[in-house]
C-alpha cells in the first residue's frame, strides 16, 4: 500500500471514530424534551432517536464494536507507514537499532494523540454541546451499521444482558421529569439570560401552588369588607365609596352567619339609576363560594374555575369564616416580584442585614426574601407569626426573639395577642436555634 493510500485511510479511521464518539455522547445527552419538540416540528429522526434511547442496548453495542475494531485497524495501518518514515528519518542521524526504536516510538504517540484528540475529546465535546442536533444526524448510519453487524450485535447483546442480569445492575434510566428538575432548568435558563429573573421566580411560584395552602395568601378575618343584611342605604353607599371591592360578603347578625353576597357591579347600577339599595332584596344576593381552610392555592384555583367565581371565603374546621381570597390574591403569589406592592408592605428592607416584616407575612415569603432554605416544623403554620409562636411555644411578647440559622427574630411590636412586626436581623449564629425563653 502506497503512503498516500496509507494516510488516506487513516484518516478515514479516524474521521470514523470521531463520529462514532459523537453519536455515542450525543445520544447519551440528548434530551427527550427537546427531542419530542423537534419531532413536532417535523423532524421524524427525533423519534428514532427516543426509541433508542428506551432500549439503547444495540446502539451501544454497535458504537463499542465499531470503536474498537477502528481503533486496533488504525494502529495496524499507522504503525506500518509511520514507523517506516520516522525509521527513515532518524536514520539520518542516528545507529539503525536506536533509529528503529525511536521511530517506532513517535509513531505510537502521534498515533495515540491523533485517536485521543481527534476521535474522543473534541467529538464528545461537541456532541455535549449539540446532542440533540447530532444524536438526530447520526442515527440514520447508525441504525445501517446496525443491520451490517447484526449477527455480532446480537452476540454481545445477549453476553451483556446476561452479565448485567447476574449482576443486577441497572440497564435503563429513568427519564421521567419532575418538579425539581424543571426548576433546575429554569433557573439554569436565568443563569444563562434566555429567561428574566422574574420570569423565573413566576414559575417557581407556579410549583408553589401545590404546596401553600390559603392561610398564606388570604385577607384575614378582621380585614373583610362586609355587609349586615340590615345595613342602611346611606351607610352602603358611604362604604362603598371609601373602600371599593369587586364584592362584599352580606352576613346577618355577625360574619360567622354569611347568607350571600352582593357585587359591586350590582350596587353601581343601583347607584347609577339613582335606586334605594336594600340587602334583604334577594335578587341582589348571590351564593358565595365557601372553602375549607386546609386547601391548598391550586385546589382553589380549580374550584374558581368550576364554578365561575373570582373570590371565596375561607371557614376553618368549626365553620367559623377566617378570611377571604380573590383571584387576584393568588395571582400575586404566582407573579412575585411582577407585581411587588403587597410583598414590600409586608417586608421592608431597613438595610443590608435588617427587615421588618409584618407578622401575618407568609413564611414563604419570608423565605425568600431572607434566602433561608430550610424552617423547623413549617408544615405547622402557614405566617411568620405562626413561626415565632412554634419556636417560643407560646404567645410571643415584645422584645421576645428567635435565632435560626443566621438570623435574629425580635418581636417589635404586639396588638393585645397579635404579632404585628417582627424584627429580622441577620447575624452569625451557628444554625442551631436558641432555647426559647422561659414565660415571665
Known amino acids: 500500500m502506497s503512503f498516500s493510500q496509507s494516510l488516506l485511510l487513516l484518516a478515514a479511521i479516524i474521521l470514523g471514530g470521531a463520529f462514532l464518539s459523537i453519536a455515542e455522547i450525543s445520544l ?19 423519534l428514532h432517536v427516543i426509541a433508542v434511547q428506551q432500549n439503547p442496548g444495540n446502539y451501544l453495542t454497535v458504537v463499542q464494536i465499531s470503536i474498537n475494531a477502528l481503533a486496533i485497524l488504525g494502529g495496524i495501518v499507522g504503525e506500518e507507514f509511520l514507523t517506516a518514515l520516522f525509521t527513515q528519518l532518524f ?31 473534541i467529538p464528545k465535546q461537541v456532541a455535549m454541546a449539540l446532542p440533540e442536533p447530532l444524536a438526530v444526524f447520526s442515527i440514520g448510519p447508525m441504525r445501517v451499521l446496525n443491520i451490517l453487524l447484526r449477527p455480532l450485535v446480537w452476540f454481545y447483546s445477549r ?30 435558563g436565568a443563569r444563562s439570560g434566555l429567561l428574566a429573573p422574574g420570569e ?7 410549583f408553589e401552588l401545590d404546596t401553600r395552602t390559603l392561610p398564606s395568601a388570604m385577607s384575614t378575618r378582621d380585614e373583610i369588607e362586609f355587609f ?27 360574619i ?15 347607584v347609577l339609576h339613582n335606586e334605594p339599595i336594600s340587602l334583604s332584596d334577594p335578587t341582589m344576593l348571590h351564593k358565595p363560594l365557601v372553602v375549607p381552610d386546609r386547601l ?73 426574601a431572607l434566602e433561608i432554605e430550610d424552617i423547623p416544623q ?45 424584627l429580622a436581623t441577620r447575624t452569625l449564629a451557628s444554625g442551631v436555634p436558641l432555647e426559647p425563653p422561659a414565660p415571665q
Request: aromatic share 8%.
Open 28 to 46: 447519551a445527552a440528548a434530551r427527550p424534551l427537546k427531542l419530542r419538540q423537534m419531532a413536532d416540528n417535523g423532524t421524524t429522526r427525533a
Open 91 to 121: 536514520l539520518l542521524v542516528l545507529e539503525p537499532p536506536l533509529a528503529t526504536t525511536l521511530g517506532f516510538a513517535m509513531s505510537f504517540l502521534i498515533l495515540t494523540s491523533l485517536f485521543i484528540v481527534v476521535t474522543d475529546l
Open 159 to 188: 453476553l451483556v444482558s446476561g452479565l448485567i442480569k447476574l449482576l443486577r445492575l441497572p440497564a435503563r434510566r429513568d427519564d421521567e421529569v419532575t418538579p425539581e428538575d424543571i426548576l433546575a432548568l429554569t433557573e439554569a
Open 200 to 206: 423565573q421566580q413566576a414559575i417557581e411560584n407556579i
Open 228 to 254: 349586615l343584611v340590615d345595613d342602611s342605604d346611606a351607610l352602603i353607599r358611604s362604604r362603598i365609596a371609601d373602600t371599593p371591592h369587586s364584592a362584599y360578603p352580606v352576613c346577618e347578625g355577625d
Open 256 to 270: 360567622d352567619h354569611i347568607i350571600g353576597y352582593v357585587s359591586m357591579k350590582d350596587l353601581f347600577k343601583r
Open 296 to 368: 391548598t392555592l391550586a385546589e382553589l384555583l380549580k374550584q374558581f374555575r368550576q364554578v365561575g367565581e373570582d373570590f371565596a371565603l375561607i371557614v376553618n374546621e368549626y365553620s367559623l369564616v377566617v378570611g377571604l381570597i380573590t383571584v387576584n390574591d393568588v395571582m400575586s403569589i404566582v407573579m412575585g416580584d411582577l407585581v411587588p406592592p403587597w410583598y414590600e408592605e409586608q417586608i421592608v428592607r431597613r438595610d443590608d442585614n435588617s427587615w421588618l416584616i409584618d407578622g401575618i407575612t407568609p413564611i414563604q415569603d419570608v423565605r425568600r
Open 378 to 422: 413549617e408544615e405547622g403554620y402557614e405566617t411568620l407569626a405562626g413561626f415565632m409562636m412554634a419556636m417560643l411555644r407560646r404567645v410571643p411578647r415584645r422584645t421576645d426573639r428567635v435565632i435560626w440559622g443566621e438570623y435574629t427574630f425580635e418581636v417589635v411590636d404586639v396588638d393585645s395577642y397579635r404579632i404585628d412586626q417582627v
